[in-house]
């Protein structure tokens, strides 16, 4: 029989990758996908007395204020959109405020090898690249993609925190109590 450390996992796993594929194909990050994740970390904590991952509350708590407190004054300097900041949030509020630190700096570095492929595309300095490029926005599937983002643009840096919370959540098991 699994653990429950690894039943927990699971749909961790699930919100990590809906976060990462609605900003990668639409630029958004769901209010109601952020709802339901704190609504089941908070319903754990009544119910259970402790968070999906073994978290405790003030652990939790602590970890949503730091990284709401983090993000905001980036997202005031419109550096950061508000999908950005909300899921930072609540990843504090699901693994605490012990790996958010490495799951920024983790997804910032994804994210400055995003924007240095992006810039050589569009200066055409590795070769191949501005092709391949091109080719993949002529395929109906982007253009459609394309169409449902509208203006929406930029980096899609919710994604890259959720593929480093993921990773965080597989991997990080030294590094807090549960899954993290």
Known sequence: ??????????????????????????RRVPNSILLIAAGLQLACFVLLGRGLN????LSALSGFAIGLAFFLPLYAARA???????????????????VLLLVFLIASLIAA???LL???????????LQLAAMRVTRWPLYQRMLEKRGTRAGIPYAAYLALAGAWM??????LAPGFV
Request: glycine fraction near 14%; proline fraction near 6%; charge should be negative.
């Open 169 to 174: 959540g597989m991997h990080g098991a030294g």
């Open 1 to 26: 029989m699994p653990d429950t450390n690894s039943l927990l996992l699971v749909p961790f796993l699930i919100f990590c990758s809906t976060i990462f594929l609605y900003d990668c194909l639409f």
């Open 80 to 98: 950061m959109a508000a999908g950005d900041v909300k899921f930072f949030a609540v990843l504090g509020l699901l693994l605490g405020p012990g």
């Open 118 to 128: 992006v810039h050589a595309s569009r200066l055409g300095i590795v070769p191949g």
């Open 113 to 115: 090898v995003h924007a």
């Open 54 to 57: 073994e978290i405790r509350w």
